[in-house]
């Protein structure tokens, strides 16, 4: 099996021919590297792919290393970045560090002078990596045992949708749940700025980006201008520049669909955000089906709880020792008891039941 890459390198340097030796020298090293001659350009490649580390020069036309650095971790806060920097710029090299380099080179450079310090920021990105899994995993577990036992349905909601907006660095965030007869979509929580107006909002299932998730049971992922029909039968919103829309799946039930978008920069979600998506949408789908059916549970004790206590008919449960358990009021009048409590508390004589009815009736012990 081929041991993987060393590790993928963005290198900007306006000077055509050292960014191709560079290019040429670390491929030969075992490194993915692209090269770009500015700061635009080195923006445009990290919105659409990973690196790891970005290798810089510090003195370029439109746009210095320091200001490429600053845009460059706004775009992938976990980006690790190098500077490389001649001697009468030590002092702007180590300015850079405190905004968020890793570390500089001074030019001119040996490969055996490059090397070291590129294996060390290579290894500085594989442990932010691990970590910012590890606070994921975390947090999911966290998110689990918050939801595990409750039945408030607004409560899962609003902490799957908090959640959600964490783990996935997200700018906006919707949770739709299914009507009553599944024909519909509705908003069920929202986030993100002025968004409280989508609230209740519906959507038909056979519409949109969220419909078809929810008709497909499958996820979807955009990059660049998302259509945004999923809440807006019409139009598109140019403002969303990455979105994930997964389904809440409970086995082979759906219990909602889960939507997140991004805005401004064009660079996607990741592969770990989406599939922590996925795994927060199936935590939250169960929770909300655990909270349905304990509220259906509820519903249906109080109804019978209702007939019960109101039927014009004695009813009473005994158990198989002759033992009354419960009886209503009626079952109390017919045979003469002040309440149902009463009769239940003055069952002592251990004669069973059928018989002691039956003789109360045959007596008129009864009003």
């Known amino acids: ?60 036309p439109e746009m210095d290393g320091i200001t490429l650095l600053g845009a ?8 690790v970045g190098l500077v490389m920097t001649g001697q009468a710029t ?83 965030v919707s949770i739709l749940l299914p009507s009553q007869t599944g024909e519909e979509l509705y908003v069920a929580v929202a986030r993100g700025k002025h968004r409280e107006h989508i609230l209740g909002q519906r959507v038909p299932i056979d519409q949109g980006i969220a419909g078809w998730v929810a008709r497909n049971r499958e996820p979807v992922t955009l990059g660049g201008e998302a259509d945004d029909r999923g809440l807006k039968p019409s139009g598109r919103r140019e403002d969303i520049s990455s979105s994930v829309v997964v389904p809440m799946m409970v086995g082979s039930n759906l219990a909602g669909v889960f939507s997140v978008n991004a805005l401004g920069s064009r660079r996607p979600f990741t592969l770990g955000q989406v599939k922590a998506l996925s795994i927060l949408a199936n935590i939250a789908g169960s929770a909300l089906e655990n909270a349905r059916m304990h509220a259906e549970v509820s519903a249906a004790e109080k109804r019978y709880r209702s007939i019960f206590e109101n039927s014009v008919e004695g009813i009473i449960h005994s158990s198989r020792s002759g033992g009354i ?21 003055e069952k002592d004589s251990g004669v069973p039941l059928h018989k002691e009815v039956t003789h109360r009736l045959n007596g008129h012990e009864f009003v």
């Open 1 to 60: 099996m081929p041991l993987p890459a060393p590790g993928r390198v963005l290198i900007v340097d306006d000077e055509v021919e050292l960014k191709n030796a560079l290019c040429l020298m670390l491929s030969t090293k075992g490194y993915e590297t692209v090269g770009v001659s500015s700061g635009r350009e080195a923006l445009s490649a990290l919105s659409e792919q990973d690196f790891d580390v970005m290798l810089t020069d510090m003195m370029m």
């Open 90 to 172: 030590v002092q702007t090299a180590v300015e850079a560090m405190k905004l968020g380099a890793f570390d500089y080179v001074m030019k001119p450079f040996r490969m055996n002078t490059l090397l070291p310090v590129l294996s060390r920021a290579i290894q500085a990105r594989r442990l932010r990596m691990e970590n910012l899994q590890l606070r994921e995993t975390v947090a999911i577990y966290e998110l689990s045992q918050a939801i595990a036992f409750t039945l408030d349905t607004e409560a899962i909601l609003h902490k799957a949708a908090d959640a959600a907006l964490q783990q996935c660095q997200a700018d906006e």
């Open 72 to 79: 460059a971790l706004e775009v992938d806060p976990h980006l």
């Open 325 to 345: 358990v419960t009886a209503n009021p009626a079952a109390a009048r017919i045979l003469g008891y002040g309440s149902a409590e009463e009769m239940i508390s």
